[in-house]
């Protein structure tokens, strides 16, 4: 897992992304426990209120539950509920601007599709 984070995007967000993104990749199970605000501040050194305004966003979408006391553990069916919220945002935070960038650069289908087959094959499992 990086330590640096993207200037483009608030942290906080990332922090969410980071842990959705290991829920995805099955590194954390239903009902695993997430490591807790502490352990991100001191792997990420940054601010607790900037982790814990990323873990409170997981816990409002039920992606995460608090078990008092003991942490934060992920929800029964997180992982179908993230790999849904990202298809749906998929068309419009990548596809769109692909399409504009495309028809600026005067692309036709044939040439999008060509591309995206060639590079297909670059891409590797996280």
Known sequence: MSKSFDDKKP??????ERIEDQIINNQ????DQIPSTNQLVQFYKINHITVSKGINLLVEEEII?????????VMEGAKEKLILKRREGFAEEFVLPMLKEAKKL?????????IMEKLKGSVKDD
């Open 65 to 73: 539950y608090k078990k008092r006391g003991v942490g934060m553990f």
């Open 106 to 114: 005067k692309l036709v289908d044939h040439d999008i599709v060509k």
């Open 11 to 16: 942290i906080y967000l990332q922090i969410k």
């Open 28 to 31: 954390l199970q239903e009902h």
